[in-house]
C-alpha cells in the first residue's frame, strides 16, 4: 500500500457583495496586489500560493502550516476595506495535482470540504469557518464566534482607521506609521484606538492559540516550531508601540 497523502490546509475566499462594486478593474488589481504580497510575506507556509479565480471574487490556496491563516484573513481584509473576502479553512488530503504548486491545478477531500465550509459561511452570514478533521465541532464553533465578532467591528472602521491599521501591520511601530502616512503619531494612536485594535488582537491571539494546536496535532513536529516566519514580521501586541 501507498503512503497516505500528508493532511493539507485549503484555504478558500470569496469577496462579499462583489458584484456591487463599481470599479472593477480597480479592486481586481488592488487584490492581485495584495495577494501578491500576502504570498510573499507567508512563503515558508505555502504548498500552493494563494491566487484568484473567477476574476477577483475568490481566492484559493493551500498551507501545509495552518498557524497563519487568521492573520492572513485579516492582513488581506484590512488592505482591501471596505471590501472583504468571507473565508474558509479546511484539513485534509490533496490527492489531485499535490506538488504542481498550483491551487487552481489541485483537488482532492480539503478542497471538498472547504468549499462546503465556505458555502456554510455563506449561508450563516459568517466571515470565517473551519472544517479541521479530529476537531470538535463546538471548539470550531467557538473560534467562528470569535472572528464573528472581529468582523463586526473591523467591517465598521473607517478608511483611515482601516489604513493605519494596514500599515501598522507592516512597519510596526506607530512612529514608522505615522512617517509612511505622513500625519502626526497622536493621529495614528487616535486611529489604532478607534479601530479597537488592542481588544481586536486579543481575538486574534485566541484564534492563533487555537491554530498553534491544530498545527501540533496535525504534525508535532510543524507545531512545534516558533512562530517567526508565520506571523507578522511586526507581531501585533496588546498595546502597539510608539
Not at 6 to 23: H, K, Q, T, Y
Not at 33 to 43: D, Y
Not at 87 to 102: C, E, F, I, N, Q
Request: charged residues 25%; glycine residues 6%; hydrophobic residues 45%.
Amino acid at each position: 500500500m501507498g503512503k497516505s497523502p500528508p493532511a493539507r490546509f485549503v484555504l478558500v475566499g470569496d469577496m462579499i457583495r462583489s458584484r456591487a462594486i463599481r470599479e472593477r478593474r480597480k479592486m481586481a488589481q488592488r487584490v492581485e496586489a495584495q495577494v501578491r504580497l500576502v504570498n510573499r510575506r507567508w512563503r515558508d507556509a505555502w504548498v500552493a500560493p494563494l491566487t484568484t479565480t473567477r476574476g477577483m471574487d475568490e481566492i484559493s490556496g493551500v498551507l501545509r502550516d495552518p498557524r497563519p491563516t487568521f492573520d492572513i484573513v485579516v492582513f488581506l481584509n484590512a488592505a482591501l476595506h471596505p471590501a472583504r473576502f468571507r473565508s474558509a479553512l479546511a484539513s485534509g488530503a490533496v490527492d489531485v495535482a499535490p506538488k504542481s504548486g498550483d491551487a487552481a491545478a489541485m483537488d482532492g477531500p480539503a478542497f471538498h470540504r472547504a468549499a462546503d465550509a465556505l458555502a456554510q459561511a455563506r449561508r450563516r452570514g459568517l466571515p470565517f469557518t473551519a472544517a479541521i478533521e479530529g476537531e470538535p465541532r463546538e471548539v470550531c464553533g467557538l473560534v467562528e464566534a470569535t472572528a464573528k465578532l472581529h468582523d463586526v467591528v473591523s467591517s465598521s472602521w473607517t478608511s483611515s482607521d482601516a489604513e493605519a491599521v494596514h500599515v501598522y501591520s507592516l512597519v510596526g511601530t506607530q512612529a514608522a506609521v505615522a512617517r509612511r502616512l505622513r500625519i502626526t503619531q497622536q493621529a495614528v494612536s487616535d486611529a489604532l484606538s478607534r479601530a479597537r485594535f488592542s481588544d481586536l488582537t486579543v481575538a486574534e491571539d485566541a484564534i492563533r492559540a487555537w491554530l498553534q494546536q491544530v498545527a501540533v496535532a496535525t504534525d508535532p513536529q510543524t507545531g512545534s516550531r516558533g512562530w517567526t516566519k508565520t506571523r507578522w514580521p511586526h507581531s501585533p501586541r496588546l498595546r502597539p508601540r510608539r
